[in-house]
């Protein structure tokens, strides 16, 4: 009986160790300073001044009924792992935690798969003009949140009273782009689920067709970033970002992409006619024949263009708000531009959509990067063949 009872326990082993996930958390210090995060309950106004025409004969208070009952994977695995979760990411990325404590939301419904600032998590799916896209799997959610939680971390050191960061907050690879600092992220985000998941649930998510869609910068991800950026608590992030050259191979392909090249030399006539050279946004509007106020010209050097809006979209809502005129506009995106950023709705093609207008670290007219007279076309810009870029004839506040 003892010997069968000893093989058991031998055998459970065995299996025990073939399904474990190969999780690690030895190398790291749980000493340091972490925020203290809530999952508010109390969502249900933040749902309902995202999508204001659907909560207008929908009830808000069904669907966060409806979350509440859904979320217990999700509010399980940060219960679970939060704390460790953060501490991970503290010493993988070489940052620190300066805001004392947030909430995270988890919400039915939001127009793209989450935000890292609030950090907001959709577990209905994602709702986009007419179209409601069905949530990811259960590990593809654990990812997802590990990813806004690492955005987040990159936003510490504009926290930084002392501004010791002064030199990774102005690094090119920490513009809030596409392939730079949301590949960043990626890359904090799949080391640290690694270690809190285990390598074949981080990796069954990230090859999943959700993460495929949802991660437009993936090709350039796996080109520069992923198995080659290796991150430890000796060498994290903020090491191997400090390590690169600002005019490197890197650099230059992770640029925002460009129809044309540019020169020093054709800097002045690249301004775009009829806006103001200092203009923090970088568009203009018009009316037209409905009245509405449409994008006239947009400066794709400048921050609205970043943030996603495109000539000819017309802008209906700011905050929720309707707007009265082309002062009234710029008038209600300031007014919380500062505060987590100004949320549009419009219309393009027919579809009505959102977009935030929030602050960006983008280059300036000097930075080499962009305007190096020694730069040629090459394979880089292959990578970016599916970018859609603006026509050819478009063009402040």
């Known amino acids: 009986?003892?010997?069968?009872?000893?093989?058991?326990?031998?055998?459970?082993?065995?299996?025990?160790?073939?399904?474990?996930?190969?999780?690690?958390?030895?190398?790291?210090?749980?000493?340091?300073?972490?925020?203290?995060?809530?999952?508010?309950?109390?969502?249900?106004?933040?749902?309902?001044?995202?999508?204001?025409?659907?909560?207008?004969?929908?009830?808000?208070?069904?669907?966060?009924?409806?979350?509440?009952?859904?979320?217990?994977?999700?509010?399980?695995?940060?219960?679970?792992?939060?704390?460790?979760?953060?501490?991970?990411?503290?010493?993988?990325?070489?940052?620190?935690?300066?805001?004392?404590?947030?909430?995270?939301?988890?919400?039915?419904?939001y127009t793209s798969k989450g935000s890292g600032n609030p950090v907001i998590l959709p577990l209905g799916g994602i709702h986009n003009g007419s179209l409601i896209e069905a949530p990811p799997e259960s590990s593809c959610q654990k990812l997802n949140l590990i990813y806004q939680m690492a955005k987040r971390m990159l936003d510490q050191p504009w926290r930084d009273e002392d501004s010791s960061y002064l030199s990774i907050m102005s690094h090119p690879l920490m513009n809030q782009t596409l392939f730079r600092r949301d590949n960043l992220a990626m890359l904090l985000a799949l080391a640290t689920a690694n270690n809190v998941m285990g390598l074949d649930l981080t990796f069954e998510a990230y090859e999943s067709d959700f993460w495929k869609d949802k991660f437009p910068g993936r090709t350039i991800f796996e080109t520069y970033f992923k198995d080659k950026w290796v991150l430890s608590p000796e060498y994290p992030l903020l090491a191997w970002i400090e390590g690169e050259q600002w005019n490197s191979t890197l650099v230059r392909a992770t640029r925002i992409p460009r129809r044309q090249k540019k020169t020093i030399a054709t800097v002045p006539e690249s301004f775009v006619a009829g806006l103001p050279i200092k203009g923090q946004f970088g568009f203009s509007v018009k009316y037209d024949k409905n009245n509405y106020l449409e994008v006239d010209k947009i400066d794709t050097y400048r921050l609205a263009y970043a943030c996603g809006l495109r000539e000819g979209d017309k802008i209906r809502r700011v905050d929720d708000k309707y707007i009265k005129?082309?002062?009234?506009?710029?008038?209600?995106?300031?007014?919380?531009?500062?505060?987590?950023?100004?949320?549009?709705?419009?219309?393009?093609?027919?579809?009505?959509?959102?977009?935030?207008?929030?602050?960006?670290?983008?280059?300036?007219?000097?930075?080499?990067?962009?305007?190096?007279?020694?730069?040629?076309?090459?394979?880089?810009?292959?990578?970016?063949?599916?970018?859609?870029?603006?026509?050819?004839?478009?063009?402040?506040?």
């Open 1 to 109: 009986m003892i010997k069968r009872l000893i093989i058991f326990v031998l055998v459970l082993c065995c299996i025990s160790s073939v399904l474990a996930q190969n999780v690690d958390y030895t190398i790291f210090e749980y000493d340091g300073f972490i925020p203290i995060v809530h999952i508010n309950k109390q969502a249900a106004s933040l749902q309902s001044s995202l999508f204001p025409d659907m909560y207008s004969n929908r009830s808000v208070e069904r669907d966060m009924k409806w979350v509440n009952r859904n979320d217990s994977v999700l509010s399980g695995f940060w219960f679970e792992k939060g704390d460790t979760i953060l501490h991970v990411m503290r010493e993988l990325s070489g940052l620190e935690w300066y805001e004392t404590e947030f909430d995270i939301y988890f919400i039915r419904f």
């Open 325 to 397: 005129n082309q002062k009234d506009l710029i008038e209600k995106i300031f007014q919380t531009f500062d505060d987590g950023g100004s949320t549009l709705r419009l219309i393009r093609q027919g579809e009505t959509i959102d977009i935030i207008i929030q602050p960006l670290l983008l280059p300036s007219w000097e930075d080499d990067i962009y305007f190096d007279e020694n730069y040629e076309e090459n394979e880089f810009d292959t990578l970016l063949d599916n970018y859609q870029y603006p026509s050819e004839d478009s063009s402040d506040y």
